[in-house]
């Protein structure tokens, strides 16, 4: 008798091009400034909020990318998962949505630090493709202090919320944190174990906000995991070049913001220059 049951950990499809249309996606990041109820937020207007937050996704569209990651990293610090409060959900659904539905490109959530079950929340509420958790599996010490993988919540709750078609992009091995926890276990092991718990794609990054990771460390995530693979962190115009001969995509920010500074608006100019001669 054949056995048809899908194997565990196995991803269907070519996710990427189920969400943009294309197997090699540029995807930027909507850093959002400082939301209520965040250490930063002297009172500015949420409108003003939004506004930046959708005059970044248009640039960011506008020139050449597939796609935005909205993402509250103005929140800094950040809180661990459990101390987030129903706010910072409730203002990133608005902005989200706002994205969205001006911009008709995909869009995805990222709720820092690590909080898979409000980013799927907000996606839910904002229809967005995907979420992105940095510890999906696992465990580290990061600047939060120790951070467990979210999955198992996180895919339950995502049951619950019926949302199974909001797919996960996890962080392998993630940047401004230490691994000691898990070092007895080679970085392949760690990645086999984000398949292993139903991660849709992989990011690879180096250790912090604009470092970028060796091509051979990109391509050995690539090849451990067996699932696409995006490269999130230190991609430039200079090198974006190289990590798309590994990679299936980036995730990028900081360079393409004015003078490169991750808190500044993006440039639309840098990101033309950026994608320019980049399969689109």
């Known amino acids: 008798m054949t056995d048809t049951r899908k194997p565990i950990g196995q991803a269907a499809g070519d996710t990427l091009r189920a969400i943009f249309g294309r197997s090699q996606a540029i995807i930027g990041v909507v850093h959002l400034a400082p939301l209520p109820g965040s250490p930063r937020h002297d009172g500015e207007a949420v409108e003003t909020i939004y506004e930046r937050g959708l005059s970044d996704a248009r640039a960011y569209l506008a020139g050449g990318c597939d796609g935005v990651i909205v993402e509250n990293h103005g929140d800094v610090p950040f809180s661990k998962p459990d101390a987030i409060g129903p706010e910072t959900a409730a203002h990133m659904s608005v902005v989200a949505d706002r994205i969205r539905r001006d911009l008709g ?9 690590n909080a898979a079950i409000p980013a799927l929340a907000v996606a839910s509420a904002s229809n967005a493709a995907f979420v992105r958790v940095n510890q999906w599996a696992n465990a580290y010490v990061a600047n939060e202090g120790f951070v467990e993988g979210e999955a198992a919540r996180a895919m339950r709750y995502r049951a619950a919320l019926r ?13 401004h944190g230490a691994h000691a926890i898990v070092a007895d276990r080679p970085v392949e092991e760690q990645v086999k174990d984000l398949v292993f718990f139903d991660a849709d794609v992989v990011i690879a990054t180096g250790q912090r906000t604009g470092h970028v990771a060796e091509l051979s460390y990109i391509r050995m995530i690539k090849e451990a995991a067996n699932l696409p693979t995006l490269v999130g962190s230190g991609v430039t115009p200079e090198n974006v070049g190289d990590i798309l001969q590994v990679a299936d995509g980036v995730i990028v920010a900081s360079s393409l ?22 399969p689109r």
């Open 257 to 278: 913001k004015y003078d490169g500074v991750w808190w500044n608006p993006v440039d639309p100019d840098r990101v033309k220059a950026f994608t320019k001669g980049l």
């Open 105 to 113: 490109k995909p869009i995805g959530i990222n709720v820092l630090a």
């Open 163 to 175: 949302a199974k078609g909001i797919r996960i992009f996890a962080d392998a091995h993630v940047k």
